[in-house]
């Protein structure tokens, strides 16, 4: 029997890495190759993400120049999987005729089955969301090395009004606490030395009477040697009693994703992210008391609709007075579906635009500030390969998610913990040397 070889390629956040991984292990189960050679590949798939506009315009290109691919292979066949599919799926299939298979976040398990109608002449669609899919029998494919999402929950009941994820990937449904605790003993035994869990509102995790405390405390518990880090956040759900599990614990991260998205609390009314940014500020005193050397990162949102000149310097206010040590930012971009899609996207793109590199220059700047700050300082970095410059020096992240660049030694491997001394700084990396 001829084997057929699949190749698939991963756009947007880490739950689609995650989903990637989850795809090749039931593809795998099923008798596929996984390939990473487009041109060896008679099944090509795209995981998808819906978030922002440019993400889908991506995908769309990207399927424009698969033309040819099929040009080549006419038998070949293209799939649109995860929250775009879901989002899409009438567009793709006829707007975009060499998409032969779509197929959302909760249908995976019926994906060969899928294919293979696809490779008899029909179209392969499955996009219905679940109440019940976790996937947590499932194991993912994920070749040898250090680090390892893996996703304890799936969807999002927050409805927050510029977001499609309830639409895109459905309700809220968690693991179970001991599938997770499992998966972690292998690749502990695999010799994987780090994992993040993942969730859309991680910390909103359930499983009977545990919580994302007790899940969290488990997996450290696991092996001391792997650090343990997770995302996101969403402000209402992060407990005391996670932050006091942060801190009891050597191998949880000092690191917390916190988004915080604007810093007005009308903005954030008509986002519907149901806290004030007086809450927001008091989590992150908190958090600050109870975790010494927690380190934050945050989402902006640039330019969502009735923003004033006002809003957005209290967005900048928030960001002084936080000092984040990173940030995703991003103008704002309509969404069909969502209750924001529906309000008048009023603030002018070039107003956007300059909103959102202000907030940019800004976050430098504190990054740049912060870094400084290190220098003479020692670290612990989890070395994580060589520099993405250079093949004479090697990269690693700190505990609070900091890239430290280090020169080349014999005695050093991928996979260690190495205690270094930091000498440089920019607003993005630290450099040090090992001793």
């Known amino acids: 029997m001829i084997k057929n070889h699949v190749y698939i390629e991963t756009y947007g956040c880490q739950m689609n890495l995650a989903d990637s991984e989850l795809i090749m292990g039931i593809l795998k189960k099923q008798g596929y190759e996984i390939t990473k050679q487009i041109e060896n590949a008679n099944v090509i798939l795209l995981n998808?993400?819906?978030?922002?506009?440019?993400?889908?315009?991506?995908?769309?290109?990207?399927?424009?120049?698969?033309?040819?691919?099929?040009?080549?292979?006419?038998?070949?066949?293209?799939?649109?999987?995860?929250?775009?599919?879901?989002?899409?799926?009438?567009?793709?299939?006829?707007?975009?005729?060499?998409?032969?298979?779509?197929?959302?976040?909760?249908?995976y398990r019926r994906l060969p089955e899928y294919i293979e109608f696809a490779f008899g002449g029909e179209k392969g669609i499955g996009v219905k969301l679940s109440r019940t899919e976790t996937y947590e029998d499932i194991e993912p494919y994920r070749e040898d090395g250090i680090s390892a999402w893996i996703a304890v929950m799936r969807g999002c009941d927050k409805f927050c009004s510029f977001c499609v994820v309830p639409f895109t990937?459905?309700?809220?449904?968690?693991?179970?606490?001991?599938?997770?605790?499992?998966?972690?003993?292998?690749?502990?035994?695999?010799?994987?030395?780090?994992?993040?869990?993942?969730?859309?509102?991680?910390?909103?995790?359930?499983?009977?009477?545990?919580?994302?405390?007790?899940?969290?405390?488990?997996?450290?518990?696991?092996?001391?040697?792997m650090r343990i880090r997770f995302t996101t956040s969403h402000p209402q759900d992060l407990s005391d009693k996670l932050l006091y599990t942060i801190a009891e614990h050597e191998n949880?991260?000092?690191?917390?994703?916190?988004?915080?998205?604007?810093?007005?609390?009308?903005?954030?009314?008509?986002?519907?992210?149901?806290?004030?940014?007086?809450?927001?500020?008091n989590l992150i005193d908190k958090a600050r008391k109870i975790i010494p050397g927690v380190?934050?990162?945050?989402?902006?949102?640039?330019?969502?609709?009735?923003?004033?000149?006002?809003?957005?310097?209290?967005?900048?206010?928030?960001?002084?007075?936080?000092?984040?040590?990173?940030?995703?930012?991003?103008?704002?971009?309509?969404?069909?579906?969502?209750?924001?899609?529906?309000?008048?996207?009023?603030?002018?793109?070039e107003i956007k635009l300059r909103r959102l590199n202000e907030i940019i220059e800004l976050q430098q700047q504190i990054s740049y500030e912060i870094n400084q700050q290190l220098i003479?300082?020692?670290?612990?970095?989890?070395?994580?390969?060589?520099?993405?410059?250079?093949?004479?020096?090697?990269?690693?992240?700190?505990?609070?998610?900091?890239?430290?660049?280090?020169?080349?030694?014999?005695?050093?491997?991928?996979?260690?913990?190495?205690?270094?001394?930091?000498?440089?700084?920019?607003?993005?990396?630290l450099f040090g040397e090992a001793f």
Request: proline share 3%; with cysteine; glycine share 6%.
């Open 295 to 349: 380190s934050f990162s945050t989402d902006i949102i640039a330019g969502f609709p009735t923003e004033t000149e006002e809003d957005h310097k209290m967005t900048l206010n928030v960001m002084k007075q936080v000092k984040y040590d990173g940030a995703y930012m991003f103008k704002y971009s309509p969404r069909e579906g969502t209750k924001a899609y529906n309000m008048k996207d009023d603030v002018p793109e």
């Open 169 to 225: 990937r459905g309700r809220e449904r968690s693991r179970s606490l001991n599938s997770v605790v499992e998966e972690i003993k292998k690749l502990s035994q695999r010799g994987f030395k780090e994992v993040t869990l993942l969730g859309q509102n991680v910390n909103s995790y359930k499983d009977g009477n545990y919580d994302f405390a007790d899940l969290l405390a488990a997996c450290a518990s696991v092996d001391k040697n």
């Open 252 to 281: 949880i991260c000092n690191y917390i994703h916190l988004p915080v998205q604007s810093g007005s609390n009308r903005i954030l009314e008509l986002m519907n992210r149901t806290y004030t940014i007086e809450h927001y500020l």
């Open 376 to 429: 003479n300082k020692e670290e612990v970095i989890l070395v994580e390969g060589f520099s993405k410059k250079s093949e004479e020096f090697l990269s690693g992240r700190t505990d609070t998610n900091k890239v430290v660049v280090i020169p080349k030694k014999e005695s050093i491997k991928i996979g260690d913990y190495v205690r270094v001394k930091i000498n440089r700084a920019t607003s993005a990396t």
């Open 48 to 107: 998808t993400c819906s978030v922002r506009e440019n993400a889908e315009e991506k995908i769309f290109h990207r399927l424009d120049h698969l033309k040819n691919v099929k040009k080549k292979n006419p038998s070949a066949v293209i799939g649109v999987l995860g929250c775009m599919a879901e989002r899409l799926r009438k567009s793709l299939i006829e707007e975009k005729k060499i998409v032969d298979v779509v197929v959302g976040p909760d249908e």
